[in-house]
């Protein structure tokens, strides 16, 4: 679907231009790090509170907010609009959540921008959220069973009964996080999906530790220079209120001997990937502000960029890892273009391997034509374009919000290089891919 929609008016049709006004992310802390005390409600509301400060737009303008997250909170069900209200967005504005695992930020941005394209609405709030600090522990079955029929229990020995019952039952918690990432469709962890590609396309531990090496030196070289100063906020975190600005997960000191250390996490006799050259998990939160380009022309509103194109695919869960491969095929036939016309790609690095698979997958004249029906490959993306601040490996994966921040971050790189075209791109487990075109104020000139 193409960022541009005839909508009816009274004299003339015309098209909309879908526009990001600007943006705003938290830092990104490891679980149990330094938001450990902040819920996904107070991440979401500190972001929207502090893009509605940034932005000379009034919160009364905003017609809608649309928020992704996968650890949906049971304290908080329906989290958008939770999160809207208690940041003083009005109630007469809808707010709804959407879930597309990895993708659930990006698709909250797509979803805006479909409901702008339409003519559905002018303003709309979009973003991610994720705590996966606080993912729950789950009681097993029994337990929860046998819990349940206390209350029915009318009598001593009725009681007694279910009492014999709770104590019989497992009382160890499952990890729900554990759970979370892993298909039930195939009964594999996301990282036993990496190990597959690893196999697959004969990628080595040394490459996987290189390119998480690489991850690192890039990020915290771009905090270095105050790349991401205008990016993130300030968080004044409790129980002490200290100051947290920088990616917690970043290791500017990180060495491929530190990493030669780390054992492997998933296949523990014969693996290559391990916590070193996967993402981290993270906490944060990251907000944007979309409308059309009429709109923010009539208000003299700024235009960070543009979203020109979007797309969804679908693969085959047990590689999970190269649907970006299949949504960045679907997206550059949908817009008539090819990779040479993009000057800058964001990859989720979800692990090191998937990142180096999908570039084998994208030079690769086999796989083009066994699975994506072409003649000649799509052409891997050139190493200085790619991800040239950081990513995942450093400085975390939210799963709710990494869509939102590659949408972002690359919005903010279009602009200051004045690059043109870019494209934000993810792996999303159960065997999908998510890509978003996007297009800088000299991609339009």
């Given at each position: 679907m193409v960022s541009t929609a005839v909508v009816k008016g009274s004299e003339k049709n015309h098209v909309r231009e879908i526009v990001v006004v600007g943006g705003v992310r938290t830092p990104m802390g490891k679980a149990g790090g330094a938001f450990e005390y902040l819920s996904a409600v107070d991440l979401g509301v500190l972001a929207v509170r502090e893009i509605l400060a940034r932005l000379p737009v009034s919160k009364d303008a905003v017609d809608a907010v649309i928020i992704g997250n996968v650890i949906q909170p049971a304290e908080a069900t329906n989290i958008a609009r939770v999160i809207a209200l208690m940041a003083g967005v009005s109630r007469a504005v809808p707010a709804h959540t959407v879930h597309r695992n990895c993708a659930s930020g990006m698709q909250a941005v797509t979803d805006a921008a479909e409901k702008i394209m339409v003519g559905r609405a002018e303003v709309v709030l979009a973003g991610g959220v994720e705590s996966m600090t606080h993912a729950p522990l789950l009681f097993h079955d029994e337990f929860r069973r046998a819990m349940s029929q206390l209350p029915r229990a009318r009598t001593v020995m009725k009681k007694l009964s279910v009492f014999v019952d709770i104590a019989k039952a497992p009382w160890k918690p499952r990890v729900s996080l554990i759970e979370g990432l892993t298909d039930p469709t195939i009964g594999m962890g996301m990282g036993d999906t990496a190990e597959n590609l690893a196999r697959d396309f004969s990628i080595t531990r040394k490459e996987q530790d290189a390119f998480a090496l690489s991850s690192h030196q890039r990020a915290a070289k771009a905090w270095e220079d105050g790349w991401y100063d205008a990016e993130v906020m300030h968080m004044f975190v409790p129980p002490h209120y200290a100051d947290v600005f920088v990616d917690e997960g970043i290791r500017a000191?990180?060495?491929?001997?530190?990493?030669?250390?780390?054992?492997?996490?998933?296949?523990?006799?014969?693996?290559?990937?391990?916590?070193?050259?996967?993402?981290?998990?993270?906490?944060?939160?990251?907000?944007?502000?979309?409308?059309?380009?009429?709109?923010?022309?009539?208000?003299?509103?700024?235009?960070?960029?543009?979203?020109?194109?979007?797309?969804?695919?679908?693969?085959?869960?047990?590689?999970?890892?190269?649907?970006?491969?299949?949504?960045?095929?679907?997206?550059?036939?949908?817009?008539?273009?090819?990779?040479?016309?993009?000057?800058?790609?964001?990859?989720?690095?979800?692990?090191?391997?998937?990142?180096?698979?999908?570039?084998?997958?994208?030079?690769?004249?086999?796989?083009?034509?066994?699975?994506?029906?072409?003649?000649?490959?799509?052409?891997?993306?050139?190493?200085?374009?790619?991800?040239?601040?950081?990513?995942?490996?450093?400085?975390?994966?939210?799963?709710?919000?990494?869509?939102?921040?590659?949408?972002?971050?690359?919005?903010?790189?279009?602009?200051?290089?004045?690059?043109?075209?870019?494209?934000?791109?993810?792996?999303?487990?159960?065997?999908?891919?998510?890509?978003?075109?996007?297009?800088?104020?000299?991609?339009?000139?």
């Amino acid at each position: 679907m193409v960022s541009t929609a005839v909508v009816k008016g009274s004299e003339k049709n015309h098209v909309r231009e879908i526009v990001v006004v600007g943006g705003v992310r938290t830092p990104m802390g490891k679980a149990g790090g330094a938001f450990e005390y902040l819920s996904a409600v107070d991440l979401g509301v500190l972001a929207v509170r502090e893009i509605l400060a940034r932005l000379p737009v009034s919160k009364d303008a905003v017609d809608a907010v649309i928020i992704g997250n996968v650890i949906q909170p049971a304290e908080a069900t329906n989290i958008a609009r939770v999160i809207a209200l208690m940041a003083g967005v009005s109630r007469a504005v809808p707010a709804h959540t959407v879930h597309r695992n990895c993708a659930s930020g990006m698709q909250a941005v797509t979803d805006a921008a479909e409901k702008i394209m339409v003519g559905r609405a002018e303003v709309v709030l979009a973003g991610g959220v994720e705590s996966m600090t606080h993912a729950p522990l789950l009681f097993h079955d029994e337990f929860r069973r046998a819990m349940s029929q206390l209350p029915r229990a009318r009598t001593v020995m009725k009681k007694l009964s279910v009492f014999v019952d709770i104590a019989k039952a497992p009382w160890k918690p499952r990890v729900s996080l554990i759970e979370g990432l892993t298909d039930p469709t195939i009964g594999m962890g996301m990282g036993d999906t990496a190990e597959n590609l690893a196999r697959d396309f004969s990628i080595t531990r040394k490459e996987q530790d290189a390119f998480a090496l690489s991850s690192h030196q890039r990020a915290a070289k771009a905090w270095e220079d105050g790349w991401y100063d205008a990016e993130v906020m300030h968080m004044f975190v409790p129980p002490h209120y200290a100051d947290v600005f920088v990616d917690e997960g970043i290791r500017a000191s990180q060495s491929m001997e530190a990493l030669a250390k780390l054992r492997p996490a998933f296949d523990r006799k014969l693996g290559t990937v391990t916590a070193g050259n996967s993402s981290q998990l993270t906490d944060g939160a990251c907000m944007l502000l979309l409308t059309h380009r009429e709109k923010a022309e009539a208000e003299g509103w700024p235009i960070l960029g543009y979203l020109h194109d979007w797309a969804y695919s679908g693969c085959d869960p047990s590689r999970m890892g190269l649907g970006p491969v299949f949504s960045m095929h679907k997206v550059m036939r949908q817009a008539g273009l090819n990779m040479a016309d993009v000057q800058r790609v964001e990859i989720n690095e979800a692990f090191a391997v998937q990142v180096l698979a999908c570039q084998k997958a994208l030079s690769s004249a086999s796989f083009a034509k066994k699975h994506l029906g072409l003649e000649q490959p799509l052409g891997a993306v050139a190493e200085e374009r790619l991800n040239v601040h950081g990513g995942a490996v450093a400085m975390g994966h939210p799963v709710g919000m990494s869509g939102t921040r590659l949408i972002y971050t690359l919005l903010r790189q279009l602009q200051h290089e004045q690059a043109g075209l870019g494209l934000a791109t993810l792996c999303i487990g159960g065997g999908q891919g998510g890509a978003v075109l996007l297009g800088s104020e000299s991609w339009k000139s």
